[in-house]
T-cell receptor, first 113, second 113 residues
Framework: AQSVTQLDSQVPVFEEAPVELRCNYS??????LFWYVQYPNQGLQLLLK??????LVKSINGFEAEFNKSQTSFHLRKPSVHISDTAEYFC???????????FGTGTRLKVLA | EPEVTQTPSHQVTQMGQEVILRCVPISNHLYFYWYRQILGQKVEFLVS????????KSEIFDDQFSVERPDGSNFTLKIRSTKLEDSAMYFCASSGSGKGGYTFGSGTRLTVV
């Protein structure tokens, strides 16, 4: 069975500081990887995805994630966070042969002024 | 930007009653999904729907649940005889290709009393 682990339930960080949100997964088959962001009282929004090709993927708002197959990780990073990045971030995997997602428990990023 | 629309945003129902949660997926999408998030827990897959039939379902999606695409635009989740433990946020999602990432709706918060 597949699983996704987000070890950090909450990450406080000061504005303009770098941040890394960790995601590890377990799967016996190949997977596609995703990060979603959820702002308060809103649905989940796709932040970035890894399907194939370059292992480093980037979003339009400065986030990036790197797929590391040997470490089965897909950590999310941003070199300088803004107050508006305060949200909950979910890592998800979709195993090959299925269209469902398996989500991690989420990491609440709180950016402090 | 196209959206997935869910109604109602919040529904309160008595235990044992039937509820129908409604979703309007993005018009040219072919794959449809329901997920739920019990308060404080991870987002869980319920069911995927393609070509007018269920393509995959989880163990949670038992005989109490059913899905339907009654008119080519709506996608509904019916829960028969609701239980207290069905209280959760229910998210509808759609995708064009199945693997490129979903678009989620804002969710329906179901409260069973």
């Amino acid at each position: 069975a597949q699983s996704v682990t987000q070890l950090d339930s909450q990450v406080p960080v000061f504005e303009e500081a770098p941040v890394e949100l960790r995601c590890n997964y377990s799967s016996s088959v190949s997977v596609y990887l995703f990060w979603y962001v959820q702002y308060p009282n809103q649905g989940l929004q796709l932040l970035l995805k890894y399907l194939s090709g370059s292992t480093l993927v980037k979003s339009i708002n400065g986030f990036e994630a790197e797929f590391n197959k040997s470490q089965t990780s897909f950590h999310l990073r941003k070199p300088s966070v803004h107050i508006s990045d305060t949200a909950e971030y979910f890592c998800a995997v979709s195993p090959s042969g299925t269209y469902k997602y398996i989500f991690g428990t989420g990491t609440r990023l709180k950016v402090l002024a | 930007e196209p959206e997935v629309t869910q109604t109602p945003s919040h529904q309160v129902t008595q235990m044992g009653q039937e509820v129908i949660l409604r979703c309007v997926p993005i018009s040219n999408h072919l794959y449809f999904y329901w997920y739920r998030q019990i308060l404080g827990q991870k987002v869980e897959f319920l069911v995927s729907f393609y070509n007018n039939e269920i393509s995959e379902k989880s163990e949670i999606f038992d005989d109490q649940f059913s899905v339907e695409r009654p008119d080519g635009s709506n996608f509904t989740l019916k829960i028969r005889s609701t239980k207290l433990e069905d209280s959760a946020m229910y998210f509808c999602a759609s995708s064009g290709s199945g693997k490129g990432g979903y678009t989620f709706g804002s969710g329906t918060r179901l409260t069973v009393v």
